[in-house]
């Protein structure tokens, strides 16, 4: 079956960053575009990022726009998000999620486990 595994979350201080990882396998990664999404306690979750199959297409909240990076290695099965000058408000359990197309809503079919970020003030 499909399986999304994240991984590099963790405590950061305010201003610094983090990659994310997500390694996909039980089917063609190159065939699917990958999402990231984000739910901080309280909230409902949110799209971040997106990035279509061969990497061509990509889309940002605008909350992360010029901070984080989208991107694939489909040699590697794996999706990343890099994330520069965190901000408190960041603070949230990341999701990968895998679709049939790069989308905003959360129209992914799976979906990883999550890892924290934490941002410190």
């Known amino acids: 079956q499909v399986q999304l595994v994240e991984s590099g979350g963790g405590l950061v201080q305010a201003g610094g960053s983090l990659r994310l990882s997500c390694v996909a396998s039980g089917r063609t990664f190159s065939s699917y575009a990958m999402g990231w999404f984000r739910q901080a306690p309280g909230k409902e979750r949110e799209f971040v990022a997106t990035?279509?199959?061969?990497?061509?297409?990509?889309y940002y909240s605008r909350s992360v726009k010029g901070r984080f990076t989208i991107s694939r290695d489909n040699a590697k099965n794996t999706v990343y998000l890099q994330m520069n000058s965190l901000q408190p408000e960041d603070t949230a359990v990341y999701y990968c999620?895998?679709?049939?197309?790069?989308?905003?809503?959360?129209?992914?079919?799976?979906w990883g486990q999550g890892t924290q970020v934490t941002v410190a003030s």
């Open positions: 990035i279509s199959r061969i990497g061509g297409t990509t």
């Open positions: 999620a895998t679709g049939l197309r790069p989308t905003t809503s959360d129209e992914y079919d799976y």
